[in-house]
């Protein structure tokens, strides 16, 4: 495997040269297609490097920029197939969501009366540091407000998993990390609405119940089925039935839907808002369809839950592929002034998390816990929203630029931490006693 990375380094250097050679002479069909071999490449031949392992996911997601950056046409639309289309997005982005959901387990929320202080920090410094710090880049550069909107929308959603993985690297408070996302991402249906009405109120028409909605259906709907699996992992005889017959329920009333109920509710109900609480009904009733059928998978494909991770990554790289291409236009005259703002963005959120961690005494692991959760925004729920209301050229177009970034930003900070490791014993004892009473009481 080693000897056939190098081989793609190789053909990365080799490529990298006809690159440049393409540029200087100005010749498109070179340039573009050397652009996204070179791409592919390194990112196939970062294996072979030791200290660049890390960086693989990132690097693929660097090469989904290059690959709508120079054939958009190619990655918004396959013949009569709309790759923006508004439900295939909703599909993949629920696709992703799941695979995020299935490394949660019901015992990470459990943990909460253990790390109850820390969770209540980094969920405030979360969803009022990053907001805010999206809301002064939009004062400081004057984007158009779609693009504005989408940064404070970046700066407005959960943590994504990404942190989770960050601070197992750093040898920071992993259970605090693990509750705080868990937390977060919870929270985000509510917090979320209403932070962008008050903050990108004025940019973009933001319809708080509708915004609730559309993120139940992403994020809490795709999370519920995989925690629903990791219930009837353990569930007694009684909690099978009790699942079983809803199962059965929610089978007959997605079935009946397409049958003539839907346009019965359709005809005979008139209030927007109860029609849309229907129709999220109906998408839980389908989690628990998707629960129960994926377990049953699991139970006899024993790997299935190993590799849901690579199906939410080809899922973030699929997200980001087409919103680069939807959005090209619009980084070719922004894109450098985003790649800023991203930095600030992802800087403001590791400095302000770890001190104001400090100010509220946590200690320095829990401290460094809290800077990850605060800088490491989860892209692939902006990107979802801004889909679900048809602006993924514009809305969506920070999430794409911002997310390489925090994977970048976020293992360089791990890693310094890890080699840099908190030397105080008595704080390591603690958190060492704080990990074992966890793990007896679950």
Request: charged residues 15%; proline residues 3%.
């Amino acid at each position: 495997m080693k000897k056939i990375s190098q081989l793609f380094l190789v053909a990365g250097a080799i490529s990298l040269i006809v690159l440049l050679i393409g540029i200087l002479l100005q010749i498109p069909e070179v340039y573009k297609l050397t652009a996204l071999t070179t791409a592919i490449c390194l990112a196939c031949g970062l294996g072979a490097i030791p200290s660049l392992k890390g960086y693989r996911y990132t690097a693929w997601i660097i090469t989904a920029v290059v690959a709508g950056m120079m054939y958009p046409a190619s990655f918004t639309r396959w013949g009569d197939i709309d790759l923006r289309n508004k439900w295939l997005m909703l599909i993949i982005i629920q696709m992703v969501m799941f695979g995020m959901g299935i490394q949660m387990k019901l015992e990470d929320f459990t943990a909460v009366k253990k790390t109850g202080r820390g969770v209540l920090i980094g969920l405030m410094c979360h969803f009022s540091v990053m907001p805010l710090m999206g809301l002064l880049l939009t004062k400081i550069f004057h984007f158009e407000p779609e693009i504005a909107a989408g940064i404070i929308l970046i700066g407005s959603t959960s943590s994504g998993l990404a942190s989770n993985v960050m601070v197992y690297l750093a040898k920071a408070n992993l259970i605090l990390s693990v509750v705080v996302t868990a937390m977060a991402t919870m929270a985000a249906p509510f917090f979320t609405p209403l932070l962008m009405k008050l903050l990108a109120g004025t940019l973009v028409e933001v319809k708080v119940v509708h915004m609730m909605m559309e993120i139940i259906k992403i994020v809490i709907v795709p999370i519920g089925a995989a925690l629903l699996h990791d219930y009837l992992k353990t569930a007694t005889p009684k909690g099978v039935r009790i699942v079983t017959l809803l199962f059965i329920i929610a089978a007959f009333y997605l079935a009946a839907l397409p049958l003539g109920l839907w346009n019965y509710f359709s005809t005979n109900i008139t209030s927007e808002q109860a029609l849309q609480a229907l129709e999220i009904f109906g998408f839980l009733l389908g989690a628990i369809i998707a629960g129960v059928i994926y377990h049953l998978l699991a139970k006899s494909f024993k790997k299935l839950d190993e590799y849901m991770p690579l199906l939410s990554m080809f899922g973030i790289i699929y997200f980001t592929t087409v919103t680069t291409a939807a959005g090209r236009d619009n980084l070719l005259t922004t894109g450098l002034l985003l790649f800023l703002c991203s930095v600030i963005h992802n800087a403001a959120g590791f400095f302000f998390g770890y001190w104001l961690g400090r100010l509220f005494k946590l200690d320095k692991n829990s401290a460094r816990t809290v800077a990850f959760e605060v800088g490491l925004q989860n892209a692939g729920m902006a990107s979802g929203i801004a889909a679900a209301l048809g602006k993924l050229g514009t809305l969506g177009l920070p999430a794409a630029v911002f997310s390489p970034w925090m994977n970048i930003a976020g293992s360089i900070l791990a890693n310094y931490w890890r080699k840099h490791p908190v030397e105080d014993k008595l704080e390591m004892k603690n958190e060492e006693l704080e990990l074992i009473e966890v793990i007896k009481a679950s």
